[in-house]
């Protein structure tokens, strides 16, 4: 299975500034995805990241507080922008190497706390 | 819509087996289950395609039932390694993304 590389892997924050959140892939996959876990909660996907066209939102999430960028096949960014302490959260990137009703491998995941 | 499992949380001895229940509101065309262990990231367990087939892994194994909209993950003659929370994941088809369960935290003690 694919090796995802995510970055960092964990930060503190202050109130209103902003953290870009890295995935890399040692593989061309053809979906990416984002979630948000909440501690002691479920997965929530926040978006689908698409190559070379803007994300796919999920409802409640939108691209001016959570803009993310697909360059290629290999690699994807989640910037979580004017971060308030709701925020904090795991941030988790997965992928899917062929069709979406494939495995999915996550990344180790991104643990943000916020002051 | 976020299927719901059941039970919430189960604690069982070494040796003793645990049915986790996965149900949707909406139309599976696929259910997917995985295992997370606390502070790492989920892991892929199975796929259940339909047509109610069952599929499993030495002692873990499952079946989905399309029409009732449900699944459920068997967990036989537990071992310590089963310990954390299972999550099962709807896939829809066409949306081609994954919607994941409730959740379901497995303690397996000594």
């Known amino acids: 299975s694919a090796v995802i590389s995510q970055k960092p892997s964990r930060d503190i924050c202050q109130r209103g500034t902003s953290l870009t959140i890295q995935c890399q892939v040692d593989?061309?996959?053809?979906?990416m995805f984002w979630y948000r876990q909440q501690p002691g909660q479920s997965l929530t996907l926040i978006a689908t990241?698409?190559?070379?066209?803007?994300?796919?939102?999920e409802s409640g999430f939108v691209i001016d507080k959570f803009p993310i960028s697909r360059p290629n096949l290999t690699f994807s960014t989640l910037t979580v922008s004017n971060m308030s302490p709701e925020d904090s959260s795991i941030y988790l990137c997965?992928?899917?190497?062929?069709?979406?009703?494939?495995?999915?491998?996550f990344g180790d995941g991104t643990r943000l706390s916020i002051l | 819509q976020q299927p719901v499992q059941s039970p919430q949380a189960v604690i069982l001895r070494e040796g003793e087996d645990a049915v986790i229940n996965c149900s949707s509101s909406?139309?599976?065309?696929?259910v997917h289950w995985y295992r997370q262990k606390h502070g790492e990231a989920p892991v892929f367990l199975m796929i259940l395609l339909k047509g109610g087939e069952q599929k499993g892994h030495e002692k873990i194994s499952a079946s989905f039932n399309e029409k009732k909209q449900q699944s459920s993950l068997y967990l036989t003659a537990s071992q310590l390694s089963y310990s954390g929370t299972y999550f099962c994941?709807?896939?829809?088809?066409?949306?081609?993304?994954?919607?994941f369960g409730t959740g379901t935290l497995l303690a397996v003690q000594p």
């Open positions: 990241a698409n190559q070379g066209s803007e994300a796919t939102y």
């Open positions: 997965s992928v899917v190497g062929e069709s979406g009703n494939q495995p999915q491998h």
């Open positions: 909406k139309a599976l065309y696929s």
């Open positions: 593989s061309q996959v053809t979906m």
């Open positions: 994941g709807s896939y829809g088809g066409a949306t081609n993304k994954l919607i």
